[in-house]
């Protein structure tokens, strides 16, 4: 797909954007530390399966007892893959970031985009309030106050209790259905004023867009003045096309 923007203003739907964002920031964050805490932990496995090995090899029995794999190591990974996936679901939203195809939606304008937009966030919302049903139904299976860990179900190898996990997903899928329905605020708003750049949606890029923020990605400066000013008129009057909403 292509590359997407968010724009903001002062009004309850930017600021109720930007508020949102900030958790789903923080949790994108907490997602991006465990991705380095599985990496880590995946180097300590393999270097302590390998030094074992060769510790053994060479006789060395006194430092093979301290090496060897991360104990439950499958377990652990099994556990925090979900986890890192489900962090940063409405995050992912919010800056257009998950898979579809833009070819047919590329080539609409106007009210026929924001209507189309705003009939898929419906369609997902509807799917995601399935799914939250169904989720905590099967973390509900899985939870027993009067169990050990309070937990019907565990791991294979260490008896991780699963149920935490479990939670995590209705709970991420709910705020991935609150992200949902602001965007489908946003998108009737700018379906009614014929908005041509709304706030709170993630807006397709041109090419130059993309390019533009890769570059500020990198080199940290702010190239959306230099876009603005080349957009501008022949007196250097730049600006981004379209107002924002009331």
């Known amino acids: ?30 997602s991006g530390i465990l991705i380095l805490a599985v990496m880590l932990v995946s180097v300590v ?13 060479w006789g060395w029995d006194g430092i093979a007892a301290f090496l060897g794999p991360v104990p439950g190591f499958v377990d652990w990974m099994v556990t925090a893959v979900p986890v890192i996936a489900f962090l940063g679901i409405a995050g992912c939203q919010r800056l257009g970031g998950h898979i579809r195809m833009d070819i047919l ?8 985009l924001w ?15 399935v799914l939250i049903q169904g989720s905590w139904l099967h ?31 209705p709970v991420m899928l709910g705020l991935l259905a609150l992200r949902l329905c602001l965007q489908i605020w946003a998108y009737w708003r700018a379906f009614l004023s014929n908005a041509e750049r709304p706030v709170a949606v993630p807006l397709i890029e041109t ?16 190239v959306d003045a230099e876009l603005e000013a080349g957009n501008g008129d022949g ?11 009331a």
């Not at 209507?115 to 309030?129: G, H, T, Y």
């Not at 867009?209 to 080199?219: D, G, I, N, R, T």
């Open 45 to 57: 496995n393999i270097l302590g399966r390998k030094g074992k090995e060769k510790a053994l090899d």
């Open 207 to 222: 090419a130059a867009e993309q390019a533009a923020h890769e570059a500020e990605s990198v080199s940290g400066a702010d």
């Open 1 to 30: 797909m292509s590359g997407q923007s968010v724009l903001e203003d002062a009004s309850p739907a930017s600021r109720a954007d930007r508020a949102l964002y900030r958790l789903e920031q923080a949790l994108t964050l907490g």
């Open 105 to 112: 939606v590329g080539q609409l304008k106007g009210r026929a």
């Open 139 to 169: 973390f509900e299976r899985s939870f027993d106050f009067a169990a050990p860990l309070w937990s019907r179900d565990s791991t294979i190898d260490i008896n991780l209790p699963v149920w935490p996990v479990k939670l995590l997903v």
């Open 115 to 129: 209507l189309f937009e705003m009939v898929s966030c419906l369609l997902m919302l509807a799917l995601c309030l």
């Open 235 to 245: 007196n250097g009057n730049g600006g981004r096309p379209g107002g924002s909403q």
